[in-house]
């Protein structure tokens, strides 16, 4: 079976030689690098335990420096299932989700037009580039040096021009005994409605020349010399050769550069990438004159694992990467994504480097922010959300957005980078000075744990206040389905060092994590912190610690414990504020307060003097239930007085 031009390119673009080798290969993680798809394993085509199997996933090739074994993905397929060509196809086209064509008895004669074709455009691309040297090509020579092209660069660009008038290209292909039909299907002339000749497609225009990733030049785009033009740029309408949603500009060079490490750079137009490659940014590319699709996408993820997309920083620019972002989330894997290097206001890549230099291209590259960032710019950017029913729409708005990603990893993680920056959003700092959210990054710093641990910071009021706030983290941490009850009092926590604020911030944010609020947490400050508070003496023996798990005594133990603190903060304020006005004349109403203030917290107390009645106090610092105690003082007792078995 014979099967049409394009099919075989179209299969290696959409599978990777990695992914499909990778089912049966184990991949030497050490010397393998992922990113410019360089890998290596054992091979599978001959015992070994060295990793002498390499695949070239940009090139699509594979070699074994053991036995010499060598294909591309066809081969591979054949060799590894014991298939012929056409059933190793059929195979990858089914993994692609691609149809196998209908037999094509024609094919080869159809291979051989493309050849034709492209022979035909590779004329056209030299009589535009003799053009541009003629007086005719002045003007666009001007234009050319005053956009910073000189000969070198439109030599390494192959850039031309379409001279004015209706015939010109025509004429001369026709001169050199180009057939009419050719000349018509490679998309450079176009038949005339009024009987003529056909005319030129390309008139009065610089011309860019566009090639396919083997270096054939298949298309053109053309940049209008007349600002009264209707189409500023223009490209070859779509051939057998020509598909603008399945090529780029600059495909083959951008590849090779970007397998040699460069950054991939997607910009809009050929005068971006043009300038970006002339900064010694060779790696760049762009859409032909539309969107970025899917294949294009594909293909992009082909040449690297993170494309950084350059697009203008007008609102057009801004739109075309949003509406990348829908494209881009459902196609996502891990190690594949996209970061955005937004341009400033009003100016594309070519301005930018113009006007401020590679340097100024480069930081904004360096800066690349990921999609997950942009995609939350989106839906919040110029919106307020100061109420239930917002931030529940921005919620379920996110969700939604996400919920198409495939990967079920991948997806997990987006959620919890957008719950995140929810968190953040939701809760505003606080005023300087003034109890509430998000003080961990202002909150006084503490003594270092060594101190900390002395008698002489352990002693008095702060150090009560510091054991009591210990206790309420340490009960959040086991029993996380408090968190929500009493989360406005954990905000307000007045916590004495940064480590127990940023604890306490991020009880709050993964409160939702439920029995991985430990493990979550451990991963952003690592098990120690957590192990410290825990094992503190005052800690280990309080009820929550004792039952773990235990809703409603960790409800009573948090609740207990905050209205504690909030008695003392009370009683404590009323004094300093008596102190002050002391320096006057005391009367009635300063007593009542102090009195009033001593009754709070005197209640508040009442549970720990309950405590003190129904607990005695052990020698290592433990509370002893005094009924247990009872029963067990008087079963010793009982066993002192038994009489002895014989």
Known sequence: MSLPPGFLDELRSRLSLVQVAGRKVTWDTRKSNQGRGDMWAPCPFHQEKTASFHVDDRKGFYYCFGCHAKGDVFRFVQETENTGFMEAVELLAREAGLSMPARDPQAQEKADRRTQLADVAEQAAQFFRMQLATGAGAAARDYLTGRGLDDAARDRWDIGFAPDGWQNLWDHLRGKGIAEDLILDAGLARPSSKGGKPYDVFRNRIMFPIRDARGRCIAFGGRAMDPNDNAKYLNSPETVLFDKGRNLFNHGPAREAAGKGQPLLVAEGYMDVIALAGAGFAASVAPLGTAVTETQLQLLWRIAPEPVIALDGDTAGLRAAMRLIDLALPLLEAGKSLRFALMPEGLD?????????????????????????????????????????????????????????????????????????????????????????????????????????????????????????????????????????????????????????????????????????????????????????????????????????????????????????????????????????????????????????????????????????????????????????????????????DKPRR
């Open 349 to 641: 890549p070519d301005d930018l480097i113009r006007s401020r230099g590679a340097a100024a291209m480069q930081s904004l590259i360096d800066a690349a922010i990921p999609m997950v960032d942009l995609l939350w710019r989106r839906e919040t950017e110029g919106r307020v959300f100061d109420s239930p029913e917002r931030k529940a729409a921005l919620e379920k708005t996110l969700k939604d957005r996400v919920a198409g990603i495939r990967d079920q990893t991948l997806r997990n993680h987006y959620e919890r980078a957008l719950r995140d920056l929810q968190w953040q959003l939701f809760r505003p700092a606080r005023k300087p000075g003034q109890p509430g959210r998000g003080r961990a990054a202002a909150a006084p710093a503490g003594p270092a744990p060594v101190t900390r641990a002395s008698a002489l910071v352990s002693a008095g009021e702060q150090a009560e206040e510091r054991m009591r706030i210990e206790v309420i983290l340490a009960t959040a941490l086991v029993t996380p389905e408090v968190v929500q009850e009493f989360e406005a009092g954990i905000e307000d926590l007045p916590c004495a060092d940064r480590e127990q604020a940023r604890l306490r911030d991020l009880i709050l944010r993964h409160a939702g994590a439920g029995a991985m609020l430990t493990e979550r947490i451990a991963a952003e400050i690592g098990p120690g912190p957590l192990e410290n508070l825990l094992t503190l003496r005052h800690v280990a023996i309080s009820p929550c610690l004792r039952r773990p798990g235990d809703v409603e005594t960790a409800r009573m133990t948090v609740a207990e414990e905050l209205a504690k603190l909030k008695a003392r903060r009370g009683a404590m304020a009323e004094i300093e504020e008596a102190a002050e006005e002391l320096t006057g004349a005391a009367d009635e109403a300063l007593t009542w307060r102090l009195g009033q203030a001593a009754e709070a917290r005197n209640r508040a107390e009442r549970s720990e003097t309950k405590d003190r009645a129904e607990y005695d106090i052990g020698d290592n610092g433990a509370r002893i239930d005094r009924a247990e105690r009872s029963a067990l003082d008087a079963l010793l007792e009982g066993i002192r007085f």
